[in-house]
T-cell receptor
Framework: GESVGLHLPTLSVQEGDNSIINCAYS??????FIWYKQESGKGPQFIID?????DKRQGQRVTVLLNKTVKHLSLQIAATQPGDSAVYFC???????????FGKGTHLIIQP | DAGVIQSPRHEVTEMGQEVTLRCKPI?????LFWYRQTMMRGLELLIY????????DSGMPEDRFSAKMPNASFSTLKIQPSEPRDSAVYFC???????????FGPGTRLLVL
């Protein structure tokens, strides 16, 4: 989602539940998408990526879904753990020569 | 394996001073990216290099910012003169295939007083 001013969207889930983090991207020409996780005081950490010729990709406990019709990307985290607490960013790339454009991020909070 | 290395990790300076941030990419990676992160604007791409050549510097805020990559294992981002609005976390990232799967360093937290 989009942030407003200093406030990031926040998603609070119970430990063990599944989380879904959403992202709307802007460029219909984007052909590659990445999800990053950023913990406090650290750099973004790669989670999973997907190309535009796919609509779903699974990793370990994570799944990324891509809906190009509505330019929407989501990250699903199964059985969330305390270590999943972080800010999650989606990023898109438009063409092989371009750098990444990042979304504003979503703060995921895991409640015990 | 060592990841992307950045130095310094923290920098506090006064307005008008020159600031130099350093980055060592992951060995074998041929693309290097500089980003700036603030609460208001999020993560912004400043510039990126491919095989030590600047490819896109359209994100560099103004002439006060400059970046160099003299060889495959070292890059600098320089701000001269620095201003309080430059305060942010500056990240360096590298990849082995253009913009795909970029690996980020720990960042340099810059505070300009």
């Amino acid at each position: 989602g989009e942030s407003v001013g200093l406030h990031l969207p926040t998603l609070s889930v119970q430990e063990g539940d599944n989380s879904i983090i959403n992202c709307a991207y802007s460029n219909s020409a984007s052909d590659y998408f990445i999800w990053y996780k950023q913990e406090s005081g650290k750099g973004p950490q790669f989670i999973i990526d997907i190309r535009s010729n796919m609509d779903k990709r699974q990793g370990q406990r994570v799944t990324v879904l891509l809906n190009k019709t509505v330019k929407h990307l989501s990250l699903q985290i199964a059985a969330t753990q305390p270590g999943d607490s972080a800010v999650y960013f989606c990023a898109e790339r438009a063409g092989s020569a371009d750098g990444l454009t990042f979304g504003k991020g979503t703060h995921l909070i895991i409640q015990p | 394996d060592a990841g992307v290395i950045q130095s310094p990790r923290h920098e506090v300076t006064e307005m008008g001073q020159e600031v130099t941030l350093r980055c060592k990419p992951i060995s074998g990676h041929n693309s290097l990216f500089w980003y700036r992160q603030t609460m208001m604007r999020g993560l912004e791409l400043l510039i990126y290099f491919n095989n030590n050549v600047p490819i896109d510097d359209s994100g560099m805020p103004e002439d006060r910012f400059s970046a160099k990559m003299p060889n495959a294992s070292f890059s600098t981002l320089k701000i001269q003169p620095s201003e309080p609005r430059d305060s942010a976390v500056y990240f360096c990232a590298s990849s082995s295939g253009g913009a795909e799967t970029q690996y980020f360093g720990p960042g340099t937290r810059l505070l300009v007083l």
